[in-house]
């Protein structure tokens, strides 16, 4: 049973899930999916068997992300996910529908039905780690997750401007209320790379993640520097290319037995 007294969802047979992360932000093109993304690359790099769930149904990213194409199968009773280069399983409504640009125009609870059935429809296997990527805001979806899977933790991203102006402080507060540890926040964007020097320079003034961070009493895991080579990456499909250590700490080292 969950926290706020609400059941939890059972994953379903097919499936063993050691530790379910979900990121979450305040609002969009804050680079969510890109750190859900970046998470996962780091959790494969050590070795585990990793997963992402596309819980953006309406705004789903991640097959882009790491180039994954194509139609998910079912076996009947259960949703195949598809594999990236390096072998990391995707769920995402974009590999269910045949077309990628096709909107999806559900109600609220049809969209949240849709993201439980990611849960307890897909045979992902035995994972160590599966990361849930909620679209943005504080709104039906991420209320569902927090209620029905049961989460280890959960990480926050946000952006300079929505720092300033505190929209990044309505997400910590949910995870607070339902009780969802908090492991960290990841402020994106306040810094960039140069092209022409690869000297890095912030591009808003000083970053305020490390005292949005103190206020709140959450964990400060960095900054991800605006890097072109990222979002070109990102355009291709090939985000498992990237090199990023942000999140090392944040994943331990793999003990071999
Ligand atoms: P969200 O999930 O919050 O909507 P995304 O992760 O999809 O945001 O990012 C939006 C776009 O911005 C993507 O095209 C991504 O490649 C780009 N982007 C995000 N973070 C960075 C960064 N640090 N440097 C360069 N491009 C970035």
């Known amino acids: 049973e969950g926290k706020s007294g609400i059941q939890k969802l059972p994953v379903n047979e097919l499936s063993h899930i050691e530790n379910v992360i979900a990121v979450m932000s305040g609002k969009g093109g804050v680079g969510k999916s890109s750190v859900t993304s970046l998470l996962a690359c780091e959790a494969k790099k050590k070795g585990y068997s990793v997963g992402v769930l596309d819980a953006d149904i309406t705004g789903p990213s991640l097959p882009k992300m790491f180039g994954v194409k194509g139609m998910a199968k079912s076996t009947g009773f259960a949703l195949l996910p598809l594999d990236t280069d390096k072998g990391i399983k995707v769920m995402s409504l974009n590999l269910l529908t045949h077309n990628e640009d096709d909107p999806v125009i559900w109600r609220g609870p049809v969209i949240a039905g849709t993201v439980k059935q990611f849960w307890t429809d897909v045979a992902w296997g035995d994972l160590d780690y599966l990361f849930v990527d909620l679209p943005p805001g504080t709104g039906d979806v991420p209320l569902t997750v927090m209620q ?13 401007q929505d720092l300033a102006v505190m929209i990044v402080s309505k997400a910590i507060k949910m995870a607070q209320y339902m009780n969802i540890p908090i492991l960290g926040l990841v402020e994106n964007m306040s810094r ?32 991800l520097p605006i890097d072109p080579h990222l979002s070109n990456l990102c355009d291709q499909g090939k985000i498992e290319e990237y090199n990023s250590n942000l999140f090392k700490n944040l994943i331990p080292e793999k003990v071999v037995q």
């Open 148 to 160: 029905s899977l049961p989460l280890n933790g959960l990480i926050v991203v946000s952006s300079p």
């Open 192 to 223: 960039a790379v140069c092209p022409h020097c690869g000297e890095e320079f912030e591009l808003f003034g000083p970053s305020r993640g490390k005292e949005i961070s103190e206020k709140f009493e959450v964990p400060f895991i960095g900054g």
